[in-house]
């Protein structure tokens, strides 16, 4: 271990000439070389001693395990500053896109839903009904029973609008429009119809009144005066129109139609069934406008 004491003996022999200025020694004050390196080796000491002593510092380092992750992307700056010398447009329209001509677009139709409805039905002398292009039902008795005055109620199911049809006739033996031919009581007939229509709240939707559109098929006698004939299918003459096969569909226009005839009470004299419902005060009788001459009649109605 030699080298730490020739440290200690140089760092004695630098500390010496500093404290001790060259100028101030004289050749009597030169110790002999002898004493010189105890001299020293002593000051050295002392002056190693005085130092403080280092202090070891041990640096321990944390390291923490951070999971990978996936490196995020700043999104690309942009420049939202606009230069004074530049003017700035205001109400500015968006452009909107325009569908093109060779692409349709769907529409879709939106359906109703089927709602339930009660109508009540009473004819002199028979009826067939329509809702919405289908047929309902008719009277239950035959059109060629001489008298019948019963009413008839349906119940049904469909969606609004709902396009009512109803073909009425009143009893006739022939084409001549006469009744009871060749008996005492020969004499023209007489027709009227009452209908109405509730929801199943019981409310009225719909009733009969000369709103309706009304298409008389069969008119006769033309000549009233043939009533009394002897011989009425020779004397009494008729006219029939040819049905439009399409009449009580929703599809149909009947704008060419004339409007249904109201007719009072007293002048239909209704019957039997017709005192077996509770007619709204609005529903009426209808008919052509003549109850004896018109035998073949057809109504309809659209209620939205």
Known sequence: ??????????????????????????????????????????????????????????????????????????PAPTDTSVPTNTPVRTNVPVPTA?????????????????????????????????INSEKIGEDSVPITTERSFNKETFTFSATRPLTIGIEGKDFKETDSGIEYIG???????????????????????????????????????LDKSCERSSNPEVDCEFKIADIPGSWYTSVYDSTAWDSATEHNKSAVSPKDGYYDVSWDTNAQFIWGNDLEQDNTILFRTTVQ
């Open 98 to 130: 325009t569908p093109s001509p060779d692409i349709g677009i769907p529409t879709i139709a939106v359906q109703q839903a089927k709602e339930t409805f009660t109508i009540d039905v009473w004819a002199d002398n028979w009826f067939a009904l329509y």
């Open 183 to 221: 008996e005492r009581n020969q004499q023209m007939g007489d027709g009227g119809l009452i209908a109405q229509v509730r929801d199943s709240k019981g409310d009225i939707v719909a009733v009969t009144d000369d709103t309706w559109s009304a298409f008389v098929v069969h008119k006769a006698p």
């Open 1 to 74: 271990m030699k080298k730490p004491r020739i440290l200690v003996i140089l760092t004695g022999i630098v500390l010496l000439i500093a404290t001790v200025g060259c100028s101030d020694i004289t050749p009597s004050e030169v110790t002999p070389t002898a004493n010189i390196d105890a001299m020293v080796e002593t000051r050295a000491k002392e002056l190693v001693a005085a130092q403080p002593t280092p202090t070891t510092v041990v640096v321990v380092k944390e390291v923490t395990h951070t999971p990978a992750t996936e490196p995020t992307i700043a």
